[in-house]
């Protein structure tokens, strides 16, 4: 999904990656891939700026283990996951970049590769 305004440096915007199955509906079987919904890369084609990112909102499943261990069962890490997963970013200068996404659906990690051009 993309809002119409032109990527500039230094401006935080937020990039929401739809997950769709194969008949292009919303897929409702995301998984937790290393303890987060989803990790994207963010490089500029010359590989001066490399960032990796985390979902809005997320914790590390780690943390949220030790502070409440008894409600943070493993087997339900995955448990009701939306079909888009958003990461807030801001590219520091104007380039191409491209960014990649990885999410996972049952059992298999699956990644996206997007080109945006920084103005």
Known sequence: MRDAH???PKRLTMFTFRVEDADGQPAGDLELYMG???HAIFL???RRVFAHVHPSGSAPMAALDIAMPSTRPHAQHGAGLPATVSFPYG???PGDYRI???VKRPGRVVTGVFDAHVE
């Open 6 to 8: 032109p990527l500039t």
């Open 36 to 38: 987060m919904p989803g």
């Open 44 to 46: 500029r084609r010359d």
């Open 91 to 93: 590219f520091p200068e």
């Open 100 to 102: 990649f996404v990885q």
